[in-house]
Nanobody
Framework: VQLQASGGGLVQAGGSLRLSCAASGRTFSTYTMGWFRQAPGKEREFVTEVSWSGLSKTYADSVKGRFTISRDNAKNTVYLQLNSLKPEDTAVYYC?????????????????WGQGTQVTVSS
């Protein structure tokens, strides 16, 4: 599976962005898809993930109620809607894929990674 993230940019606090992650390969619909982010000088952190069906979703506490993950298996794409953005959301956002929806949010549990897209939120 190859992943290509896009949609990042510069936005003011309180604004919104929509990230996309396009996947290659016919097995996309069998993978759990996740989003992570990494700010300068910090470790990569879990943001959210969605099961292969799109019915099960998990969010980090820091983004609950503000971010929404969704997927379109017909288009081999997963989305991340970012609302009510804060300066502390500034980071490079990565999409990733793994084979099971197992409650393990460690980045090492993910098998495939996209290249990242920069999100910058100004105050």
């Amino acid at each position: 599976v190859q992943l290509q993230a896009s949609g990042g940019g510069l936005v003011q606090a309180g604004g919104s962005l929509r990230l996309s992650c396009a996947a290659s390969g016919r097995t996309f619909s069998t993978y759990t898809m996740g989003w992570f982010r990494q700010a300068p000088g910090k470790e990569r952190e879990f943001v959210t993930e969605v099961s292969w069906s799109g019915l099960s979703k998990t969010y980090a506490d820091s983004v609950k109620g503000r971010f929404t993950i969704s997927r379109d298996n017909a288009k081999n794409t997963v989305y991340l809607q970012l609302n009510s953005l804060k300066p502390e959301d500034t980071a490079v956002y990565y999409c990733a894929a793994k084979r099971s929806y197992d409650g393990n949010y460690n980045p090492t549990n993910y098998d495939y990674w996209g290249q990242g897209t920069q999100v910058t939120v100004s105050s």
